[in-house]
């Protein structure tokens, strides 16, 4: 089978300037032998990257091209994408000015998977307070792709995070917002949607046929009747029985706190929690460095480390790679999962 994934890099956004998506950036392309990692190329500021690498003492041999030229020129040089946008910052120190090449190189990832140029996107981290600050809406790269994929789509996009990491996936139903919005946020219709969300793309994307979701509480000990909240009952409950009406093997709600131990992740594929600190404290606890950031959801695949933009260690050359690599190697892999689901799909259209 033609496997049209093959042929086609991933775009990789540099993310904040003043992080360590430049330092990691770098180092992976070093490393991309012994880590096999698959072609890539980087959306920057050409100028801020090797800025970076003179800071950090690394020879990196980096070369502007476009797209369509990566792919060839990837084991001998690092693949770079000017910005329009200038977009440097010293380690540590985010400047305002580097917000709009920020966005941009998002973007225009985007816009080269939509165009064929890229098999999908990778993201480094962005530093949401930075963005903020200058006037960005969207509270973080999920959101953000939600509305891109939704103007390439033309219909609403539901867009999921998931941490995947050896040993643990969690989804947070409820993702960037305040605590005290959570319970108001969730609703039974929310839930269905998510565990959807999520048995589709676990078959599509990562192959699993009849994946396993374990729904989390909201509540100590999932409200335990009633007694210690309600909300468990009152729309967790439901929205696990009519997925699994629609044949979804979705079961709970269950106690978070006993969840999570190994022999209870045995059971399971996928965790279902309720708000952000209940799916990502467990997974980047049990795997910080090889955990990976999945967007589930859009008509594209888009991964990202698990890691923030860390400006204590920014341009030290301390920063782990491991979350980039295993990030890069996770979106070629979904890429390759869903072009193949494709090539199935319209085989049998063109047979039916
Ligand atoms: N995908 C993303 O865009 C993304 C993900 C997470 C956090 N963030 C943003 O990053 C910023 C900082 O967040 P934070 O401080 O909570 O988390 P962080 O991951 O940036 O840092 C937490 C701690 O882990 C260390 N660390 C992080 N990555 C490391 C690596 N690769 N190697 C070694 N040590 C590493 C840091 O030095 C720090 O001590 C925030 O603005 C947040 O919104 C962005
Ligand atoms: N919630 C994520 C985390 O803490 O790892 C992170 O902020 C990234 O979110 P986006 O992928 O939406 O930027």
Not at 67 to 78: K, M, N, S, T, W
Not at 84 to 104: K, T, Y
Request: hydrophobic share 45%.
């Amino acid at each position: 089978m033609v496997d049209s994934a093959s042929f086609r890099p991933l775009a990789l956004t540099m993310g904040e300037p003043a992080g360590i998506g430049p330092d990691v950036t770098l180092a992976v392309w070093r490393e991309r032998s012994e880590r096999r990692l698959p072609p890539f190329y980087v959306l920057a500021d050409p100028d801020a990257l090797r800025r970076r690498a003179k800071l950090m003492g690394i020879d990196i041999p980096i070369e502007t091209m476009s797209a369509g030229e990566a792919i060839d020129a990837f084991d001998r040089v690092l693949p770079v994408v000017a910005l329009e946008s200038a977009a440097d910052a010293a380690p540590g120190q985010p400047e305002r000015s580097a917000a709009r090449g920020v966005i941009e190189a998002i973007a225009r990832a985007v816009g080269d998977v939509r165009a064929g140029l890229a098999s999908a996107l990778v993201t480094n981290p962005i530093n949401k307070k930075a963005l903020f600050d200058a006037g960005f809406q969207h509270p973080g790269h999920t959101e953000f792709l939600g509305m891109l994929s939704a103007a390439w789509s033309g219909s609403p996009a539901h867009p999921v995070m998931m941490l995947a990491g050896p040993g643990l996936r969690a989804v947070p139903a409820t993702i960037h917002v305040p605590i005290a919005a959570v319970p108001r946020l969730l609703t039974e219709e929310m839930l269905i949607r998510t565990g959807r969300t999520i048995d589709h793309d676990m078959r599509r994307r990562f192959g699993i046929s009849n994946p396993r979701i374990a729904v989390a509480g909201l509540n100590p000990h999932a409200g335990e009747g009633g007694v210690m909240g309600t909300e468990d009952d009152e729309f967790i409950r439901p929205a696990v029985a009519a997925l699994r009406e629609e044949g979804i093997n979705a079961f709970g709600p269950l106690a978070p706190d006993t969840m999570f131990h190994a022999e209870a992740r045995a059971r399971y594929d996928v965790a279902l929690c309720m708000y952000h600190d209940q799916a990502l404290i467990p997974t980047k606890t049990i795997a910080f460095s090889e955990t990976v950031n999945v967007t589930l959801g859009l008509p594209f695949v888009r991964t990202s480390p698990d890691h923030g933009t860390a400006f204590d260690i920014a341009g030290t050359g301390k920063a782990d790679i491991s979350s980039l690599a295993a990030a890069l190697r996770l979106a070629d892999e979904l890429a390759r999962h869903e072009a193949e689901y494709r090539q199935r799909e319209h085989a049998a259209g063109a047979v039916s």
